[in-house]
């Protein structure tokens, strides 16, 4: 079973910036593609970013620009970078990892979600 544990989120100002962090922990062999979304109030949940074990990312048009994800594998830790923090960017940001357990298993697991709210 993996747990992935989200951290950073909380009050930023307008302008601001913000940085999550997600680390996957459990009985894991390999991550392949680890992967922010987010939710705003009264919104489906969209894709932010994606990023794959060699570090090559992707980013959803809806929200590119000004959004880095970046991973660090030794730690399997992913990470979630904007500056300049816009009220839309008010949501509750959740994390994704697909691995494979030490006993060959495939599995899609979830963050608990992290809020990040924009003060204006």
């Known amino acids: 079973q993996v747990q992935l544990v989200e951290s950073g989120g909380g009050l930023v100002q307008s302008g601001g910036s913000l940085r999550l962090s997600c680390t996957a922990a459990?009985?894991?062999?390999?991550?392949?593609?680890m992967a922010w979304y987010r939710q705003s109030p009264g919104k489906e949940s969209e894709l932010v970013a994606r990023i794959i074990s060699t570090c090559s990312a992707a980013y959803a048009d809806l929200v590119k620009g000004g959004f880095t994800i970046s991973r660090d594998n030794a730690k399997n830790t992913v990470y979630l970078q904007k500056n300049s923090l816009k009220p839309e960017d008010r949501a509750i940001y959740y994390c994704?990892?697909?691995?494979?357990?030490?006993?060959?298993?495939?599995?899609?697991?979830w963050g608990q979600g992290t809020q990040v709210t924009v003060s204006s």
């Open positions: 459990g009985s894991i062999f390999s991550i392949s593609a």
């Open positions: 994704s990892a697909d691995t494979t357990s030490v006993d060959w298993a495939g599995s899609s697991s």
